[in-house]
C-alpha cells in the first residue's frame, strides 16, 4: 500500500479527522451521488443515522455539525471557518438546510433533532464509525440512500467498496522508491546520492506532476503559517 504526503497532510475542521471530516466527506459525497443520479430536485427531506464510536462521542466532536457542512455542499478543505456557527445556527431557527448544488440552492425542511439519529447501542457491519444516510421525494419515495464508514484521518469508504477487496486501490501505485522504515528510505537517500526530499518527490511524481505536488504542497503550508 502506498501513501502520498497528501493522504497524511490533509486540510480539515476539528476537533477530530474520523468524527467530524469524514463525516462531512461522506455527507457531501451523498449529496454529491444524487446530482450524479440527476435526482437534486426531487429532494424533499433527508434522515441520517449514525452508528457506533460517532452514535457515541458525536455529539462531543461535532459529528452532527460536520453532517450538516457536508450536506449543505461544503467541504473540510475549503469551508470559511469563521462562518461556520452561522451555518449551524440557521438550520437550528429556521429547520430548513440550504443545499449548494453549482448556481441552484434547493431549500428543504430539517430538523436536526429529529432528522439526525444517535444509535449509540448498534453498530454497522464494518466499522465503529459507520453512518447512514437516505434521501426522499415529496411523496416520501426513497430516491437515494448510501453507508459510508470513516476510517481515520479524514479518509471515507463506502459501503460497496467495505465489501469489495479494491478499497485501496487508489493507493496501489507502483512507487519508483518504495519503502516501509527510515532505514529503506535513508539506503535509497545513500544509493541515489540524494535527500529524503527528493526521493519522496520522485514517489510523489506516480501520482502528480511536479507542479502539481509544488502548488498542493505550497497550499497546505500557507494554511499552516
Known amino acids: 500500500m502506498s501513501i502520498s504526503i497528501f493522504d497524511i497532510f490533509t486540510v480539515g475542521i476539528g476537533p477530530s479527522s474520523s468524527h467530524t471530516v469524514g463525516p462531512m466527506k461522506a455527507a ?3 449529496i454529491n451521488e444524487i446530482i450524479y443520479a440527476q435526482n437534486f430536485d426531487r429532494i424533499h427531506t433527508i434522515k441520517c443515522d449514525l452508528y457506533g464510536s460517532l452514535a457515541q462521542t458525536g455529539k462531543g466532536h461535532g459529528t452532527d455539525k ?4 457536508g450536506l449543505m455542499g461544503h467541504e473540510p478543505e475549503t469551508i470559511d471557518s469563521d462562518k ?8 437550528k431557527e429556521n429547520k430548513e438546510l440550504e443545499i449548494l448544488y453549482s ?3 434547493k ?3 430539517f430538523k436536526p433533532r429529529n432528522d439526525i439519529k444517535f444509535h449509540r447501542r448498534a453498530k454497522l457491519p464494518y ?5 447512514a444516510f437516505a434521501a426522499f421525494d415529496e411523496n416520501n419515495n426513497e430516491i437515494h440512500r448510501a453507508i459510508f464508514y470513516s476510517i481515520g ?7 460497496d467498496e467495505a465489501n469489495s ?24 537517500c545513500q544509493a541515489q546520492n540524494c535527500s529524503i526530499s527528493s526521493i519522496v518527490m520522485e514517489n510523489e511524481l506516480s501520482w502528480r506532476t511536479e507542479q502539481e505536488v509544488s502548488l498542493a504542497s505550497l497550499n497546505i503550508w500557507n494554511i499552516m503559517q
Do not use: R
Request: charged residues 20%; aromatic residues 10%; proline residues 5%.
Open 28 to 30: 457531501k459525497q451523498f
Open 66 to 69: 460536520a453532517i450538516l457542512l
Open 84 to 91: 461556520i456557527t452561522d451555518y449551524i445556527e440557521h438550520v
Open 103 to 105: 448556481d441552484h440552492i
Open 107 to 109: 431549500i428543504i425542511t
Open 127 to 131: 466499522h465503529p464509525n459507520g453512518m
Open 153 to 159: 484521518g479524514g479518509f471515507i469508504i463506502s459501503e
Open 165 to 188: 477487496s479494491n478499497i485501496i486501490n487508489p493507493h496501489q501505485a507502483k512507487l519508483k522508491y518504495p519503502f516501509k522504515t527510515a532505514e529503506d528510505l535513508l539506503h535509497f
